[in-house]
Structure formats: C-alpha cells, structure tokens
C-alpha cells in the first residue's frame, strides 16, 4: 500500500522563498551594524583656583641674643715685702760631666753585673764535655753532640707501658748549662709522660761540664735535643 502525500503539504516548492526572506534579514541586520555610531561622553571639569589672598603671611621674628656677663675683675695679689737683711741662699749647680775613663769603667761594672743566656749556636766557646779538652776550639762544638748522643744511647731505656701500649714519637729537651757546668732547668715536650719521663732521667745523667764562655767570663748556656723512642 502506497502513502499519499497531500500537494498542501509539500514545503519543498517554498525553498527558494525562504532562502531569499533570510538572505534580506542578514542583510539588513549587516547595514544596520555598520550603520552604529557610537558617542564619547564628555565631562566638564570644572577647576577650583584658589586666590593668593588667602595665603597667611607668618610674620619673621628675631632671636633676641643676650650678652655674656662680664668675667669678675681679677682678686688682688699679695705682695710680700722682704727686708734687705733676709739671707738668701744661693743654690749651687755641679757639673754633671764625666771623663772618658768614669764611663768606661761604668761599662765595665755593668758588663760584669750583666747576666745573659747565650745559645749554643753563637757562643764564642762552648761549653766542654768530657774528653773535647784536648780537642781543637774549631771541632769543641761537633764533639760536644757527639758525646751528647753517645750519652743518649748508652743510658737510653725504653719505658715498659710504653712499648705495651705501642707509644712511640719524638721528645724535644731543652736544658740549660750553667755557670759552673751543672745541668739544671730540664723541660722536655712529647707525645707521652711516659716517652717524657725517660727522657728526663736520660739528661739528668748528664755529667758536669766546663761551662761555656762569652769574652771570657763563664755565661749559661741553654741547650735543645731531640730524642726519638721507635718500636722495632
């Protein structure tokens, strides 16, 4: 069975109408657009001047400076009359001067009373060890540490807590020769007490020595070595 379409009903033969109808509105609707003009608003401002006889005028005042008082006039003085027969001593002034030969001998005494410690390495004779008397004054000071390490190895002892422990290193030891050869004034530095503490009976078993001179009067002569204590 076949549908049957009224012809009132078609829509198809009212295309073309529609398509120009809406053609028309878009157009219209475009001019219009175009058309538009729009306005900027303008304000009027309106300025306030403000009068210069307004302006207070702040009158100037000066300071008004007042002088200083006038300083007091100065006290009298007093003035001692002294009568002509008033004995006045008179002050008697000494030369001061000195002869050439008073100041040498001044020298002298202060070069005597003068105690100083001269090194080692600069005194003009060394202090003697035993056995350097018979040695030339050129060689005195390469015998003297000689004998001093000789003195090292034949009393050095190594300290039993300090081997068990594993303690070893190097102490510094400084102690002074006096004016009559006797060794005082030991002071040792190292990594142990123990290490320090052998090295101090070692230079205290120093024997006496001739001291050592300085333009021919006995001076005290400060003196450093080095102990080394090695586990083997």
Request: glycine letters at 4%; proline letters at 9%; a negative charge.
């Amino acid at each position: 069975m076949q549908r049957k379409k009224n012809p009132k009903s078609d829509l198809r033969k009212y295309s073309g109408l529609f398509l120009a109808a809406g053609l028309c509105l878009i157009l219209f609707i475009s001019w219009q657009a175009i058309e538009f003009k729009s306005y900027e608003r303008q304000y009027d401002l309106e300025s306030l001047n403000v009068e210069d006889d307004d302006d207070e005028e702040i009158p100037i005042t000066e300071q008004i400076k007042t002088p200083p008082p006038p300083p007091p006039p100065p006290a009298p003085e007093i003035i001692e009359v002294v009568e002509d027969e008033e004995e006045i001593e008179e002050t008697i002034i000494e030369s001061t001067e000195t002869d050439q030969e008073e100041i040498v001998e001044e020298v002298e005494v202060l070069e005597e009373e003068l105690d100083v410690d001269v090194p080692f390495a600069i005194i003009e004779d060394v202090p003697l060890f035993p056995g350097c008397e018979r040695v030339s004054k050129s060689e005195r000071r390469k015998c003297f540490q000689e004998q001093i390490q000789k003195h090292i190895s034949k009393n050095f002892r190594y300290p039993e807590i300090a081997q068990e422990m594993g303690i070893q290193g190097r102490v510094f030891v400084q102690f002074m020769i006096g004016k009559d050869g006797n060794i005082s004034g030991i002071r040792t530095r190292g990594p142990d007490k123990n290490l320090e503490k052998e090295a101090n009976r070692i230079i205290s078993k120093l024997p006496r020595m001739t001291p050592g001179k300085q333009r021919g009067r006995p001076v005290r002569v400060p003196f450093s070595i080095p102990i080394t204590f090695r586990l083997q």
